[in-house]
């Protein structure tokens, strides 16, 4: 069982707007930064979020992240298809000195 | 660009050793805490553990305290992971990361780790 706690899928339309949730507690996400990860299987993890809402170079701005208390949340808006993969979050947790993952959300584009 | 490159995975018996390496080119190594993270086959990520830039400081998830050992030679941009005592729930894919804190910036492909008698 994960620190993290992410929906096992989700999915919606081309077009559509989905959104991901990461419930965690107040020694991970409610100190610390969320994070947030796109796997297609069969290759490496890609970031897409860092330190809750930052895109590195490269990510559209359709992949946006965000923060209410002990919670995080991944937005993809103008679902494309090529958006179909796994998706993880992450953040340090204090009181385990470590980085903890979500157990991770298979998007299906329908 | 950002280059990370693991090897050292493989076939091993339980109780068994092995040592992984990651060679790094592209970016300025001994600035960066550097990470391990795996993926055991049709499972999630799970962070194995962190160095600092120095080697000064190290972090490890429970599973693999006193079992697993990171380290890092700065010269020739390298990170290492000896894995001893091996079991069959470490059978997992190996990623080299830059990063430490969760925000994970750059990606090797990945070693594979089997453990299985």
């Known amino acids: 069982q994960s620190v993290l706690t992410q929906p096992p899928s989700a999915s919606g339309t081309p077009g559509q707007r989905v959104t991901i949730s990461c419930s965690g507690g107040?020694?991970?996400?409610?100190?610390?930064?969320g994070n947030w990860y796109q796997q297609v299987p069969g290759t490496a993890p890609k970031l897409l979020i860092y330190s809750t809402n930052q895109r590195p170079s490269g990510v559209p701005d359709r992949f946006s992240g965000s923060k209410s208390g002990t919670s995080a949340s991944l937005a993809i808006s103008g679902l494309q298809s090529e958006d179909e993969a796994d998706y993880y979050c992450a953040a340090w947790d204090d009181s385990l000195n470590g980085v903890v993952f979500g157990g991770g959300t298979k998007l299906t584009v329908l | 660009e950002v280059q990370l490159v693991e090897s050292g995975g493989g076939l091993v018996q339980p109780g068994g050793s092995l040592r992984l390496s990651c060679a790094a080119s592209?970016?300025?190594?001994?600035?960066?805490?550097m990470s391990w993270v795996r993926q055991a086959p049709g499972k999630g990520l799970e962070w194995v553990a962190n160095?600092?830039?120095?080697?000064?400081?190290?972090y490890y998830v429970d599973s693999v305290k006193g079992r697993f050992s990171i380290s890092r030679d700065n010269v020739k941009n390298s990170l290492f992971l000896q894995m001893n005592s091996l079991r069959a729930e470490d059978t997992a894919m190996y990623y080299c990361v830059r990063g430490a804190w969760g925000a994970f910036h750059y990606w090797g492909q990945g070693t594979l780790v089997t453990v299985s008698s």
């Open positions: 592209g970016l300025s190594f001994s600035s960066n805490w």
């Open positions: 160095i600092k830039q120095d080697g000064s400081e190290k």
């Open positions: 107040s020694s991970n996400i409610g100190k610390n930064t």
